[in-house]
């Protein structure tokens, strides 16, 4: 069973407009949440991350909000361009690096 | 600086065939993990290794073999294909094992009939 529960699967967004990608997880040894981003073709590559002694963490137009008593976690994507179309992927990093399954985004011009 | 590199970047198998998926990488990362994507599963990890000499099971091993002999190298073998493992293999690599950033190769697209 995943061990981080990801949702949306997809969701599309108009230019401009924000993007919430939501993930949950159980084992409270995770110590390490980062996001990747998956363009067709392409490797996942690293987004964003989160260490659970902060709540939030921006870089540019992506912020990761994290609920440690909750154990959820969640990407904003303001802004959302056309460029920002692909599949992100949140993980969570105990002693192996867990991945949620993927939500699909669509921004659409 | 070519980061993770995988070859082949396709292939087609028949059941009961054996291969090898080759991953390299060029930053002298000692931490090296196979993983295949499914549709909505996001990534599983295989295998993983620690450093040259040293592998471990991880989420899916069965019917996969790796080695590490060189710091660069990580090759997956398949040993008797099955079409269970149609996949997308990516291998990846970070400095060290825990909370690094790990980089991706861009995948091998395997198919088995």
């Known amino acids: 069973q995943q061990q981080v529960k990801q949702s949306p699967q997809s969701l599309i967004v108009q230019k401009g407009g924000i993007s919430i990608i939501n993930c949950a997880y159980e084992?409270?040894?995770?110590?390490?949440f980062p996001w990747y981003q998956q363009f067709p073709g392409k490797g996942p590559a690293l987004l964003i991350a989160i260490r659970p002694d902060v709540s939030e963490k921006k870089e540019g137009r992506f912020t990761i909000s994290f609920n440690k008593s909750a154990k959820q976690f969640s990407l904003h994507i303001m802004d959302s361009q056309p460029g920002d179309s692909a599949t992100y992927f949140c993980a969570a990093n105990g002693y192996k690096l867990s991945f949620g399954a993927g939500t699909t985004v669509t921004v659409r011009a | 600086n070519a980061g993770v590199t995988q070859t082949p970047k396709f292939q087609v198998l028949k059941t009961g065939q054996s291969m090898t998926l080759q991953c390299a990488q060029d930053m002298n990362h000692e931490y090296m993990s196979w993983y295949r994507q499914d549709p909505g599963m996001g990534l599983r990890l295989i295998h993983y290794s620690v450093g040259a000499g040293i592998t471990d099971q991880g989420e899916v091993p069965n019917g996969y073999n790796v080695s590490r002999s060189t710091t660069e190298d990580f090759p997956l073998r398949l040993l008797s294909a099955a079409p269970s493992q149609t996949s997308v293999y990516f291998c990846?690599?970070?400095?060290?094992?825990?909370?690094?950033?790990?980089?991706f190769g861009d995948g091998t697209r395997l198919s088995i009939l």
């Open positions: 084992n409270t040894a995770f110590d390490y």
């Open positions: 990846a690599s970070s400095a060290v094992f825990g909370n690094q950033p790990q980089h």
